[in-house]
């Protein structure tokens, strides 16, 4: 079994910041990827960025250059730091791994 908890969401303004965090936990070994997902209401989840646990990352294009995905192995912790955020941005982000999901953090950016 393996635990995915986010953090660090938040309502800010168009342009703003946050940095969310995701704590991963239980059978840690078997994670090779973790990802960044999110849902706006009325849309599909889609994947905004992952990375390997060797650190290597892949960015949906309507995030690069503003977002950043990095991983502290030592403390399980993946963190999304999210830059130049548009209202579009808005939606309910998730973390991912294989078949394990968190429950999700809120963001929403007003313009």
């Known amino acids: 079994q393996v635990q995915l908890v986010e953090s660090g969401g938040g309502a800010v303004q168009a342009g703003g910041s946050l940095r969310l965090s995701c704590v991963f936990s239980?059978?840690?070994?078997?994670?090779?990827?973790i990802g960044w997902y999110r849902q706006a209401p009325g849309k599909q989840r889609e994947l905004v960025a992952s990375?390997?646990?060797?650190?290597?990352?892949n960015y949906a294009d309507s995030v690069k250059g503003r977002f950043t995905i990095s991983i502290d192995n030592a403390k399980n912790i993946v963190y999304l730091q999210t830059n130049s955020l548009k209202p579009e941005d808005t939606a309910v982000y998730y973390c991912?791994?294989?078949?394990?999901w968190g429950r999700g953090t809120q963001v929403t950016v007003s313009s």
């Open positions: 239980g059978n840690t070994f078997s994670l090779a990827t």
């Open positions: 990375i390997t646990r060797g650190g290597s990352a």
């Open positions: 991912n791994s294989r078949i394990y």
